[in-house]
């Protein structure tokens, strides 16, 4: 066996991602906590565009801020790819302030998003039915 193959077999085993590398990337992939994510973020610039910065086209930090915080909870989220909707769910995962805040983007964003992206808002009800599973 040459030395250079030794090397490329090395270099490879390095370049492996982990386990939870792995399931990282399958969750966020999978197609229902893509669309939360989606949704959250929807629900968020159409916050920010009525109470923040109504001439931009980008958050504002505060925003965008809690827009990171937001998909962080779902990539984390115990129950995976069979997470309930945040507000169905027995885990509260969002510290104490964001929580407050993610409730009052979500209380104003709720009906407007309707209006805005209806098969969104709609799939986002279908998927506030789902029960968490027991752990």
Known sequence: MSSSFKNQNVSNAQAQPTKNQIIETAMIKHKRLK???DTVNKMIALYCKS???P???QLCQDCQDLETYAHQRIKRCPYGTEKPTCAKCPVHCYK???RETI????RFSGPRVLF???IL???HLLDGCRKPPSR
């Open 116 to 118: 805005h992206h209806p």
């Open 35 to 37: 669309r939360e994510r």
């Open 103 to 106: 409730r009052q983007v979500m």
């Open 121 to 123: 808002a709609i799939l």
């Open 96 to 98: 104490s302030d964001r």
């Open 51 to 53: 109470n923040h910065s």
């Open 55 to 57: 001439h931009s086209v």
